[in-house]
Structure formats: C-alpha cells, structure tokens
C-alpha cells in the first residue's frame, strides 16, 4: 500500500491593498488566541489531575501517585516525554491554585505561554505559603498596567514582588539548592564523560581558584595541552592523589610538579559584609543584598561570626549609619584550596 505524499497547505490570499497595520492587528490577534489556547489546555489539565484525585487509582499509588499519573497521561496524549509533561502538569496546577491572578492576563493576551512559564518559575518560591495570593495579585496588577516587556523586566518584577510580601522566600530557596548539592558522573561520546559538582557559590569559586594556582605553579607556559585540558587534567589527578606535571619535556622548566595534593596550601576568602548595625541582631528583619538575594539576619550574624572578623568600621552615609565588617578571613583545612578571595554582601 502505498501513501500519497502530503501536499503543502495552500496560503490564505492576500489583499495587497490591505493596510500593513492592519496585518499587524491580525498577527497580534493570533496571539492573543494562542494565549487563550494555552489557558484553556492548562484549565482542562488541573481538571484532569483533580478529577483523577477524587477517583480509585488505576495504578497503584505505592508506586505512581497522582502526580505521576496525570504526567504520564500527558505524556501518550502530547506524545511528549516526562520532564515537559512533568512541567506542563505544575504550570496547569499553578494556574489555577498559585497565581489565578496571573492566569487571567494570560487569558486576556497580556502575556504570553512563554512570558506565564516564567512567572511560574519565578514565583515557584511562595508556592504554598501565605504570601503567594498577595505576589500574585501585586504581578497581575503591574502587567496591567505596564505590560510584559523584557523577560528580565518580568524577573525584576517578580523578585520585587516577592521580596515585599515574603523577604524570607529567596533565603528558602538557596538553603533548599545547598541540601540538592550532588556530585554527578554522565559519560559522553568519544570514551569521554562529564564529572560535575554543584556545591555553595563561594566554594565553587574557591575550588577553581586552585585549580588555577596549581595550574600556574606545576605547569609552564609551554605546556602543549590548552587551558580547559590543563584545569581538567589538573582537578582529575588531585582528586585521584597523583601529581600533576608539566608535559613541555624541556630541560629548562621552570615547573614545580605538585605533591599529589594541596596540602601545602591555605584557602583565604575575604568577605566584606555591609549592613546595618541592627542587621547584626538576630531579631532583625530580613535583609535585600545587592544582587537581588535576601538574607535573614541570623545568617549575615553567621557570616560575620564564622571566620575571623578584623573588627567592625563605621561609614556614615545620607542613608541610615551602617556597620561594615571588613578582611574577614577562613583559614580553611589545608585539603581545601590556595589563596583565594570571595566577596559577600548581607
């Protein structure tokens, strides 16, 4: 049996005397429906998802929950695979139970599906805490008045959202990130594989701070292997005691091959921590950092106390006076790292 080929759709005629703004308004149009597609599929999924919650399970919920059973369903539906089903199912769910709100301009075409994900994403931190129906209402307000714009004017606006009705959200998300730290081993093609860690900012940024100093001590600049090989090669044979050598072969390197280790190196972070002096008490409020982060204020005390603080110095400002704590250096075990240097603010 045979099939015939498929043949293109035929395009819809055209009035070239139709006024270009009026092809805009019809483009613009489009949009707004494929909005409202995309909040009435989302609509339908929450009610597949609680229609199947109030029903005997078809498949044992020892093994598969509800959860995992709409996403499954969607995934032979969508004919798509687990992690976007798995995604579609939570924006459908927060539709309706996080940000309705949000939701709505969504209905009416003021944001699209693209724009909604990453408010979903976005306000993922008040998910099930009080503060949710009050960022949602803040967020909803402000894209009616102002519009979406930019995905980076959507995340501003999120995280002033958040901030101003649940300070403590942004806090619970990194202390939530360090508990899923991991170390992880995927191979790849060629007989190669990738080993990843995912560790705290400032820990990262200490460890390749010694790869980089060991690079510079054991290798010469005449080395044939490029940079990305050298830190690779370097971080491989630490982790495994070997030491790491230069592969020039010239007589006159001026290399020094490492002990299998960094032992005989220290790690120094100097934090430099600005806040106000009531920051420092534990019953303070919460705390905005300069790179959208929030703090509360028994982590800047811990921030200050857990290394060896130089003492506190005075600025005065037009601002409130605040307290800064300067040079505060870890001296950390001799397995961790070689001098390096993180800044911090609380």
């Known amino acids: 049996m045979t099939h015939d080929v498929l043949s293109p759709v035929p395009l819809p005629p055209f009035d070239t005397t139709t006024p270009i703004s009026e092809v805009i308004d019809t483009i613009s149009g489009c949009a707004r429906r494929r909005s409202r597609l995309a909040w009435e599929e989302y609509a339908r999924i929450e009610h597949v998802h609680t229609v199947s919650l109030d029903r005997p399970p078809e498949l044992d919920t020892r093994v598969f929950d509800h959860f995992a059973n709409t996403s499954a369903l969607l995934g032979a539906v969508n004919h798509i695979d687990k992690t976007h089903a798995d995604a579609l199912l939570n924006e459908s769910l927060a539709l309706v139970r996080r940000i309705p709100l949000i939701g ?85 093609p060629d007989g190669m594989a990738h080993f990843g860690i995912t560790a705290a900012a400032e820990d990262g940024q200490l460890a390749m701070a010694a790869v980089e100093a060991l690079i510079a001590a054991a290798i010469c600049p005449h080395d044939p292997r490029e940079k990305n090989a050298r830190r690779s090669d370097a ?23 490492s002990e299998g280790g960094m032992s005989d190196q220290h790690a120094r972070i100097v934090v430099h921590v600005i806040c106000q002096d009531g920051t420092l008490n534990e019953d303070a409020g919460p705390v ?22 130089m003492g506190p110095q005075t600025m005065t400002a037009p601002a409130p006076t605040m307290t800064m704590m300067t040079d505060r250096a870890i001296l950390g075990p001799v397995s961790r790292s070689v001098q390096g240097s993180s800044t911090a603010m609380a």
Not at 104 to 123: E, H, K, M, P, W
Not at 146 to 152: C, L, P, Q, W
Not at 241 to 254: F, H, K, P, S, W
Not at 288 to 309: F, K, N, Q, S
């Open 288 to 309: 905005m950092t300069t790179r959208a982060l929030v703090t509360a204020a028994p982590m800047a005390t811990a921030l200050v106390m857990e290394g060896r603080t």
């Open 104 to 188: 709505r301009c969504l209905y009416d075409g003021t944001i699209n599906q693209q724009q909604f994900q990453q408010l979903v994403s976005a306000t993922d931190l008040v998910d099930g805490w009080p503060s949710a129906p009050h960022v949602d209402k803040q967020i909803a307000q402000d894209l009616c008045d102002n519009g979406a714009g930019s995905t980076r004017r959507l995340q501003d606006l999120a995280r002033r959202a958040i901030f101003a009705h649940d300070p403590d959200a942004m806090r619970r998300r990194a202390e939530r990130a360090l508990a899923r730290r991991t170390a992880t081993l995927r191979p790849r």
């Open 235 to 257: 971080a491989m044979q630490t982790l495994q005691g070997i030491a790491v050598m230069c592969q020039c072969e010239r007589e006159d390197c001026a290399a020094t091959p």
